[in-house]
C-alpha cells in the first residue's frame, strides 16, 4: 500500500500522470488493501479454533455476560 501510493505521488510530482490519474491510482491501491480485508473477515472465521462459551451461575452471566474459558487450549 505504502509502495504505490508513494510510486503515484511521484509520477505525479513528474508530470507523468496528471491528477486523475492520481485518484484513480491512489484509490485502488487502496481498494486492494481493503476489499480483501473485508471478504476475508466475512467469510473466514475459524470456528474450530473458537473456545467453546460454558455458562455458569455469576452474576456477569445473569446480566447477559457469557464467560469464555480454555482460550490456549488446543482445538479438538
Known amino acids: 500500500m505504502t509502495f504505490g501510493t508513494?510510486?503515484?505521488l511521484f509520477g505525479l510530482s513528474h508530470k507523468i500522470i496528471d491528477?486523475?490519474?492520481y485518484s484513480a491510482l491512489v484509490a485502488a491501491v487502496i481498494a486492494s488493501a481493503?476489499?480483501?480485508?473485508v471478504i476475508a473477515n466475512a467469510f473466514y472465521l475459524p470456528?474450530?479454533?473458537l473456545p467453546e462459551a460454558e455458562l455458569e451461575d455469576t452474576p456477569?452471566?445473569?446480566a447477559g455476560v457469557v464467560s469464555l474459558?480454555?482460550?490456549?487450549?488446543?482445538?479438538e
Open 6 to 8: 508513494i510510486s503515484s
Open 69 to 75: 474459558r480454555h482460550v490456549g487450549r488446543k482445538a
Open 19 to 21: 491528477t486523475g490519474q
Open 60 to 62: 456477569d452471566e445473569q
Open 47 to 49: 470456528h474450530h479454533l
Open 34 to 37: 481493503v476489499i480483501p480485508t
